[in-house]
Structure formats: structure tokens, C-alpha cells
């Protein structure tokens, strides 16, 4: 059996462009891309905190050290500049693979700094 789990994600990153006029995607810092573990092209699932949106979209890369978060195309109509989103990627692995993964989570502040990383989330309390 094949399950589906959260791969990585940019937790809170901001967005700093809203580009309709550009090839459909999301452009993300080189450098974030490669803390959390995205790949150019790679599909994400971007959720926006600000209005709710919830979106899917593929990774282009931005300039290394630039902290831009860029949402290109029709996708520019769900968010806007300075909307903090959560931007996740999903992969698919056997149960014994999913037994041994750890997600690679990346916490951004407004300025898309990195706060902070971890591979577990804590237990949410009641």
C-alpha cells in the first residue's frame, strides 16, 4: 500500500510578489528550496492563511538569498503580497518507508528568515 505524507513544507513564509502576467508557478528563494527539500518543478500545495485559499501550484526558483515567494499566473488572483502562507509538498512511500520518514519543516518569519527547522510537529494540545 501507498501512503501519502507531508514531504516538507515552508511554514508561514510571506509573499512578496503577485504576478499575473508570468508562466504559472510559485518562485521560491534557491536557499529555501533547498532547506526544506523542494525540487524545481515540483508540485506544492500552498495554503493561504490571510483570505483561506487553497491552491496547487509547481516550484520555480527564485535567487538565492532574495527571500522571495513570488505567486505567478491565475494563481496571483489567491494571494497577495505580504499574505503569510503555508507551502507544503506531499511524497508517496510504503508503509515501511513512511515507519522511518521525517518531514523537513521550515518555519519563516515576515521577512522570509528562516526561525527555525524541525522534522516533527508537537502534539496538539486541547
Known sequence: MQLTLLKCKLHRACVTHAELDYEGSCAIDE????????????????????NGERFTTYAI???AGSRVISINGAAAHKAQPTDRVIICCY???T????ALFKPSLVYCNEHNQVTGT???IPAQAA
Do not use: T
Open 118 to 120: 524541525s522534522d516533527a
Open 61 to 63: 526558483r527564485a535567487e
Open 95 to 98: 508503509e515501511q518507508e513512511a
Open 91 to 93: 511524497a508517496a512511500m
Open 31 to 50: 536557499d529555501l528550496m533547498r532547506l526544506a527539500g523542494i525540487r524545481e518543478f515540483e508540485q506544492l500545495h500552498i495554503y493561504n492563511l490571510a
